[in-house]
């Protein structure tokens, strides 16, 4: 696959449908985040403070770092209810732009599972592809 770790990348301009992700197979469309994870979390009982800020409500959150990878995905925050929840379906290839944090911001990573996926019992995986994006 091709990498772009630690390269600034301009992506201006750039179609995301058009890249190969993981293994090679295509890219679905970007997925934009607030936030990822940069550590196992308790889903259930959490600090809202990821990668160096917290969440608003209705922002979305990739989990990527579980203990337990079939728990990984983008979940959306409820503030009232202080919860995070399932945002959709995980797509083969899907692709995830994190748009903030202190390690993460404008980062695109990409699912890299290039089969069927079921939640909740599909290990997940998400790969770094692209460090320093920039959309206009």
Same mark, same amino acid.
């Given at each position: ?23 090679? =197979?295509?890219? &679905? @469309? ?15 009982? $959490? *600090? #809202? ?38 945002? =959709?379906?995980? &797509? @083969? ?15 695109? $990573? *990409? #699912? ?25």
């Amino acid at each position: 696959p091709v990498s772009f770790v630690n390269q600034n990348v301009d992506f201006t301009g750039a179609t995301v449908t058009g890249l190969s992700g993981g293994s090679g =197979g295509s890219v &679905t @469309p970007l997925t934009v985040v607030r936030r990822t994870t940069t550590e196992n979390i308790n889903l259930t009982s $959490f *600090v #809202n403070h990821f990668d160096g800020g917290s969440l608003s409500n209705g922002n979305k959150l990739l989990v990527k770092d579980q203990s337990d990878p079939t728990e990984n995905g983008v979940y959306v925050y409820n503030s009232s209810a202080q919860t995070l929840t399932r945002s =959709g379906t995980i &797509t @083969p290839s899907m692709l995830i732009y994190v748009q903030l944090g202190n390690v993460y911001a404008k980062n695109l $990573f *990409v #699912n890299s599972n290039q089969s069927a996926i079921t939640i909740g019992s599909t290990n997940i995986t998400f790969e770094q592809i692209v460090t320093n994006a920039v959309f206009a």
